[in-house]
């Protein structure tokens, strides 16, 4: 069956460093895949999507790569700030009808000053 | 542009009762996803509506039911309520059922505890 995997559950960083997250997937070729920030109590937000002819995509400080021959997507916040503390959810579309998206559990970020 | 609206925010509901839960989606959207997140998982994927028929269903029984309305908000009824339902439940718009150009929006959820 489809899976997602985000390796981290949790990542702690210092202020200004650059954090980097990572997604994997297998028993699938996703069309493209999306990065979500949650907060606490919140719904997620939707930050990225790239598609699987795109090898990286930028947004200010975001960067992802998204890699199909590793089946892996990588998640980069460069000059990291604590207001970037957040969950963070990567997720790919899944093999059926509609456009239902298959979540990973989540990377939780804490970035200290 | 409005957003996703969810309500109600909070609900506590006992073991056997029944629940509706409703959306208002992003003005323009004409399709409704609802998910399902437990403590410290992802969201899973319950159904999706696109101009008020069924579009998709996740791994959820048929005590899960939903609806869509002419102006594109739905609901989310869950009967015969049990202990394992308690989670928030966020529902996400977009345009389309193709799937979405820039991501979902999603609402702020609705928090449901069973007791």
């Known amino acids: 069956s489809q899976k997602i995997e985000q390796n981290s559950e949790a990542l702690n960083i210092q202020e200004g460093k650059t954090a980097t997250l990572t997604c994997n997937y297998t028993?699938?070729?996703?069309?493209?895949l999306q990065w979500y920030r949650q907060d606490p109590g919140r719904g997620p937000v939707f930050l990225l999507l790239?598609?699987?002819?795109?090898k990286e995509k930028r947004k200010e400080r975001l960067k992802v790569t998204f890699d199909t021959t590793l089946k892996q997507s990588l998640f980069h916040i460069t000059a990291s700030q604590p207001a970037d503390s957040a969950t963070y959810l990567c997720?790919?579309?899944?093999?059926?009808?509609?456009?239902?998206?298959?979540f990973g559990k989540g990377t939780t970020l804490s970035v200290s000053s | 542009e409005t957003g996703v609206t969810q309500s109600p925010t909070h609900l506590i509901k006992t073991r056997g009762q029944q629940v509706t839960l409703r959306c208002s989606s992003q003005?323009?959207?004409?399709?409704v996803s609802w998910y399902q997140q437990a403590l410290g998982q992802g969201p899973q994927f319950i159904f999706q509506?696109?101009?008020?028929?069924?579009?998709g269903r996740g791994n959820f029984p048929p005590r899960f039911s939903g609806l869509q309305f002419p102006n594109y908000s739905s609901e989310l009824n869950v009967n015969a309520l049990e202990l394992d339902d308690s989670a928030l439940y966020l529902c996400?718009?977009?345009?389309?059922?193709?799937?979405?150009?820039?991501?979902?929006?999603f609402g702020s959820g609705t928090r449901l505890t069973v007791v």
């Open positions: 996400a718009s977009s345009l389309g059922n193709s799937g979405p150009r820039d991501g979902y929006t």
């Open positions: 028993n699938y070729s996703p069309a493209y």
């Open positions: 790239i598609r699987e002819n795109e």
């Open positions: 997720a790919l579309e899944a093999n059926q009808a509609g456009t239902a998206l298959i």
């Open positions: 003005s323009g959207h004409n399709t």
């Open positions: 509506y696109y101009r008020e028929e069924e579009n």
